[in-house]
């Protein structure tokens, strides 16, 4: 039997939930640009489940090791044999993550996800593991505005809960040139009240950014010298270099 490759362990071996490979690679390329990765970039990804996406941000990294410092931030609640009719965050998943997350995490999802980190290859190209909130301004503080590069949002796509993250993370990024992205996006929805694209729309309205739909049900948004929209390659382009 043939080695899987990074990637397809990401796919293959981890459950999950992730649309994104097409943002992360773009995000990856950008940041590793010379003229902006003064220093090492820095990467949140809020919500990471068992770890899907994040492998496929770790396997990039590493490959082109690329100047990205990786923080995941995930509350990662206990996991119950069986959910039903309760109202933990995990009422949700399907029985055969369920099954996954109990084996490779003996009950706890953030074991689960660490295990699949360790199993993957990936566990050295994370940087910090912040078990919490996002919304918990213990975490929150630790970030200084201006100091993001890349956000990926993954979290519970709940409308209010969407519009404080935004409210807390949006002045992490660096104003100078930095990108928000996000899983799940719905843009048939964006006029739907109390959706998650509703919250987000109405937030980057107010804050006079543009959002971009780059489908799979991602979103972008840029701040400073970025430019957010799909190309064929879907690569997203410092706004000086498209000049050219
Ligand atoms: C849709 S899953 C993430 C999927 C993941 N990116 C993947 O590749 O499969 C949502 C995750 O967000 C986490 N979450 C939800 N609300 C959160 C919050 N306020 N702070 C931190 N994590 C949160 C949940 O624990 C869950 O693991």
Redesign the pocket.
């Known amino acids: 039997m043939r080695n899987l490759s990074h990637a397809e362990r990401c796919f293959q071996d ?5 649309h994104g490979p097409h943002v992360y690679t773009a995000a990856v390329s950008m940041f590793s640009q010379q003229d902006l990765a003064k220093g090492r970039a820095l990467f949140l ?12 941000m770790a396997r990039l990294i590493k490959r082109r090791r690329a100047p990205i410092e990786l923080h995941v ?5 206990p996991l119950l044999e069986n959910d039903a009719g309760a109202s933990t ?2 009422a949700w998943i399907p029985s055969n993550h369920r099954a996954s997350a109990l084996a490779a995490g003996k009950g706890e ?1 953030s074991m689960a ?1 660490a295990h699949n980190m360790i199993t993957s290859g990936s566990w050295d190209a994370i940087s910090r593991v912040v078990h ?5 301004m213990n975490i929150v503080s630790r970030y200084s505005d201006d100091s993001v590069s890349f956000i ?1 949002l ?5 409308y209010w ?1 969407t519009k404080r ?1 935004l409210q807390l993370w949006w002045p992490k990024l660096k104003a100078s040139g930095s990108l928000l992205c996000g ?2 996006y719905d843009a048939a929805k964006r006029d739907t009240p109390r959706s998650y694209a509703a919250a987000l729309h109405a937030f980057f309205e107010e804050h006079g950014a543009r959002l971009f739909d780059w489908g799979g049900n991602q979103f972008c948004v840029a701040k400073g010298n970025i430019d957010a929209r799909p190309t064929g390659s879907h690569a997203p382009r410092l706004r000086a270099q498209q000049r050219r």
């Open positions: 981890i459950p999950g939930t992730f990804e809020l919500g990471a489940y068992m770890g899907q996406s994040t492998c496929f931030i995930d509350f990662w609640a965050s995990f999802m996800w919490g909130s996002d919304t918990d990926y993954d979290t519970s796509h709940g809960q993250e899983d799940d």
